[in-house]
């Protein structure tokens, strides 16, 4: 379908364990269209890391489709989908993942180093974002010479450092406290409206999914809920 | 992904783990410099004895009094010397012959002024400076007719005038051989040292006939200890070798059925083989210095096997920003060239300071070759590349979501 940003048709993924097989989503349909805001929520194991990692080309489905802009995401050989995770989608995750050994600014600049950058360009475009991000003066420190929430808006700034359309951030404020998550969720809305750029954010909650415009409620790997996030007072009461 | 920042991503790992980095290095170093060490020493004896080879003449043999037994062991030598002048003579005369040049050789007390030498005396022919390819670097050999009337004239060589002779030019001088004079007609150039590594330059020539009356007299009464002769060239060996034969047995009256009183060897042929002992020997120790480096090689991919599996959550975070396969497998080639290449030089400076050490130190002469060390770095870049490979592939191959979760 094209137009959307995300369009996932039937989409099944099953582990095989010694125990046997696990169904783990059971035949996700999701549409997501450009500048959207979508939260999923869900009890813990109904499938929404899983499937995260298969919107960002991380991991492979069972069975059905997924299409990113239209593009069939199944048909993609190896390289292609680098070029798709470098260039179109920048991924949040709740442990950060940063290169311990690496300064802020190469962390940040990391995926440039994949698509060809020269290093004078890398520098200045990371620099630019750590400091969009409130961190300009933190660019040579260590990721373990900083706190959670700075680590986290390191990771950001690095998901966006190729100017993706899509962020996929999964439990992006998992370990972080109620003060900085509110922080790094106001770093996405500005991103989302200001920038108009798509994400998908999975959380537990509620006053975190209530940032989005749109709620996608996960359970035993299918979709129960699709509609109008919790109303902001959460938010507030908090 | 650019050169560039490649190296840099090398850098920091390789940076990261100091220690590891340089004991992997330092298996290259020793590899490597055991093989450019071992060719050094293994070349500089090839070399010397190429040397002494081409200092020997071509084609030569050597005729010596006294028989062989089956166990090639000479029998009654010395008691009763065999070989005559004549014999040399009647030799000219045969078609394979290029040369051939008598000796009768004894060891004597050199004096001239307040110096004196010990040295070994050789009579002879003019000819023994054909046969032997020796040239004469002042002055002048002595001639025939020296020969003929037995006259005390001596050439030197360069050992010998080294010693005696402090800066005076030894041409004209008089000399005192076991107490009687000699007159220095010429000095012999520069040999260096035999197969067996005796000093050839440490030697005198005088006349056949002055030796055999004057000087050895009641040693020799008119035989010489051997007989060097020279074919007409290296396909008429063998055919010098039969004439030779023949000739002597007919001139000593031997009978069929009667073992030969003299022995002809072939000494072309005895030094082809210690040339061919000593590149099999040379290449013995390239041998065993490569297992050096092979195993390097091999600490090299143990280092990378394990490097990547530490390093799988890294490898995993790549991928999820954009790194191809391509790229991750790049990332770990370079890093085990970097580290063989790097060995390899620092090993290949300590091989060329090792084989400068035993030059110095044990006198052993040592070449070192422009392609021995562009070989090592060739086998350097390659080892690090085939033992780099399977690592940096299975890290290449890594699923995103496995290498992520990797803990
Ligand atoms: N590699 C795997 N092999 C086998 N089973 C797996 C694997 N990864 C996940 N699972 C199973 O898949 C199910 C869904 O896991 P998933 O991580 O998607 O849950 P989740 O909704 O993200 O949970 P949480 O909210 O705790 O993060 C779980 O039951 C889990 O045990
Ligand atoms: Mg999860």
Redesign the interface.
């Known amino acids: 379908m094209p137009g959307h940003v995300i369009h996932t048709e039937h989409l099944f993924k099953q582990y095989e364990t010694a125990a046997g097989i696990s169904p783990v989503l059971k035949g996700i349909n999701l549409t997501v269209a450009r500048g959207e805001f979508v939260a999923i929520m869900g009890p813990s194991g109904s499938g929404k890391s899983t499937f995260m990692?298969i919107l960002?080309?991380?991991?492979t489905a069972t069975s059905g489709h997924y299409y990113v802009n239209g593009q069939d995401v199944t048909v993609l050989d190896?390289?292609q989908l680098?070029?798709l995770?470098?260039?179109f989608i920048g991924?949040v995750?709740q442990g950060y993942?940063?290169?311990p050994?690496?300064s802020a600014r190469d962390n940040v600049s990391?995926?440039l180093?994949?698509?060809?950058?020269?290093?004078p360009e890398?520098r200045t475009r990371a620099q630019e974002l750590l400091e969009k991000m409130g961190l300009g003066q933190f660019s040579d420190f260590l990721p373990n010479q900083m706190s959670g929430g700075q680590q986290q808006r390191v990771a950001i700034a690095?998901a966006l450092v190729?100017q993706p359309s899509l962020i996929l951030a999964d439990e992006p404020t998992g370990n972080l406290d109620t003060a900085t998550s509110y922080e790094i969720m106001d770093i996405l809305t500005k991103l989302n409206e200001s920038d108009s750029i798509t994400i998908v954010l999975v959380t537990h909650e509620p006053d975190i999914a209530s940032y989005a415009k749109r709620l996608v409620r996960f359970v035993d790997g299918q979709i129960v809920y699709d509609g109008a996030p919790p109303p902001r007072k959460a938010r507030e009461a908090a | 992904m650019m050169f560039f920042s490649m190296q840099r991503q090398a850098w920091h790992a390789m940076s990261a783990n100091r220690l590891r980095t340089f004991l992997t290095m330092l298996g290259m170093m020793i590899g490597v410099g055991a093989v450019v060490l071992m060719l050094a020493i293994g070349q500089g004896a090839q070399y010397m004895v190429e040397q002494s080879i081409s200092s020997m003449g071509s084609n030569l043999f050597m005729i010596l009094s006294g028989g062989t037994t089956s166990g090639g062991v000479r029998t009654s030598t010395g008691a009763a010397p065999t070989l005559t002048a004549e014999d040399a003579q009647a030799m000219t005369d045969l078609p394979s012959i290029a040369a051939v040049a008598p000796m009768a050789s004894g060891s004597a007390q050199i004096i001239y002024g307040a110096n004196n030498w010990a040295t070994q005396v050789y009579g002879t022919t003019p000819s023994f400076l054909i046969v032997r390819d020796w040239n004469v670097s002042s002055g002048y050999p002595f001639t025939d007719s020296d020969v003929r009337s037995a006259t005390r004239v001596a050439l030197l060589g360069q050992t010998v005038v080294a010693n005696l002779f402090n800066d005076e030019d030894p041409v004209g001088k008089t000399i005192r051989i076991r107490n009687s004079p000699y007159l220095v007609v010429g000095v012999l150039d520069i040999k260096g040292q035999s197969l067996d590594g005796r000093d050839q330059d440490d030697t005198i020539l005088v006349p056949v006939t002055t030796a055999q009356r004057k000087l050895f007299g009641s040693q020799f009464r008119g035989s010489v200890r051997m007989i060097m002769a020279q074919a007409t060239s290296a396909q008429a060996m063998n055919k010098a070798e039969r004439d030779l034969n023949d000739l002597l047995r007919q001139r000593h009256h031997l009978s069929e059925n009667t073992e030969s009183d003299f022995t002809v060897r072939n000494l072309t042929a005895l030094a082809e083989a210690t040339a061919q002992t000593t590149r099999i020997m040379s290449m013995m120790l390239g041998a065993i210095a490569s297992i050096s480096l092979l195993v390097g090689g091999i600490g090299i991919m143990n280092i990378m096997l394990v490097s990547v599996t530490e390093r799988t959550r890294e490898i995993g975070i790549r991928i999820a920003v954009g790194a191809r396969a391509l790229d991750i497998l790049l990332q770990f080639l370079l890093e085990a060239v970097i580290i063989s290449i790097v060995g390899c030089l620092v090993g290949a400076i300590l091989g060329v300071g090792g084989a400068w050490l035993v030059n110095k130190l044990m006198d052993t002469p040592v070449v070192i070759t422009a392609w021995s060390i562009v070989m090592s770095f060739l086998v350097a870049a390659a080892i690090g590349i085939f033992f780099g490979f399977y690592p940096a592939r299975k890290a290449a191959n890594l699923k995103p979501i496995d290498a992520l979760r990797y803990q």
């Open positions: 990692n960002g080309c991380l991991d190896r390289n680098a070029h995770r470098n260039k991924f995750f993942n940063l290169l050994r690496l990391l995926p180093v994949y698509s060809g950058a020269s290093v890398m690095r190729n």
